[in-house]
């Protein structure tokens, strides 16, 4: 896996105030953020998704602007060109990248979304977008993590063994994020990502935001 690259047209920080919140997901491979997150939005209609641009080819049942944006290098070469994308980085041989426009129309309007990105990408939105909130989702250990990649059956032996030498480099990076949630049981798990996204609707900023006129009832500023 190689850095993350920073489009230099979209390196200034962004704006603090966004009245709506951007949660950034982060795991190894085969860990079940994907499941999590899916789960996420299926019992809370106020989050919704951030799709990514891929040069990856489509898996299984995924479809293209559902999972993914799935695209040529070609197109992606033209995106970074002309600073579509606050951030890409070569992920497993291929890139990914994060749409400016797509999180700014969302967050700006109240709205909550979440992004599901590796490591580097989370770190470099949090240095353009302080408020963003950082979940690491880590497996209960690596032994459960080869298991789960075997059973999905979608990558080749070697495909496994490269995502389980960049898993051990990935769960080192849990420190550097706001939040770690442990998915060992997919139900605790899921309970515990809900319980981050309502604590952030129930800080004081938004909390005054959402419900201005109780605030001015109680004289509170």
């Known amino acids: 896996m190689s850095a993350l690259l920073l489009n230099p047209k979209r390196s200034s920080v962004i704006g603090m105030d966004y009245p709506g919140n951007l949660f950034v997901v982060a795991a190894p491979s085969g ?29 299984g049942q995924e479809m293209h602007g559902r999972e993914y944006f799935f695209v040529q290098n070609s197109e992606f070469d033209a995106m970074v060109a002309a600073g579509d994308f606050l951030e890409w ?18 967050i700006g309007g109240g709205g909550d979304i979440v992004l599901e990105i590796d490591w580097q ?45 960049n898993a051990r480099l990935e769960v080192a990076q849990a420190s550097s994020f706001d939040f770690v949630i442990i998915n060992e049981i997919f139900e605790r798990a899921l309970f515990d990502l809900k319980a981050i996204v309502h604590a952030q609707r129930l800080k004081f900023s938004a909390q005054k935001t959402l419900r201005a006129d109780t605030f001015k009832a109680l004289n509170i500023t």
């Open 31 to 59: 860990t079940g953020k994907s499941s999590l997150v899916k789960a996420l939005m299926e019992v809370d209609s106020g989050v919704a998704p951030s799709v990514s641009h891929t040069t990856r080819a489509p898996r």
């Open 89 to 106: 980085a070569h992920v497993h041989g291929n890139r990914y990248g994060t749409s400016r426009q797509t999180i700014e129309q969302r």
């Open 121 to 165: 990408g989370a770190l470099q939105i949090k240095r353009l977008f302080p408020n963003a909130i950082l979940v690491f989702v880590l497996p209960p250990s690596l032994e459960e993590l080869r298991a789960r990649l075997l059973r999905r059956g979608e990558d080749s032996p070697e495909v496994i063994e490269l995502r389980l030498n």
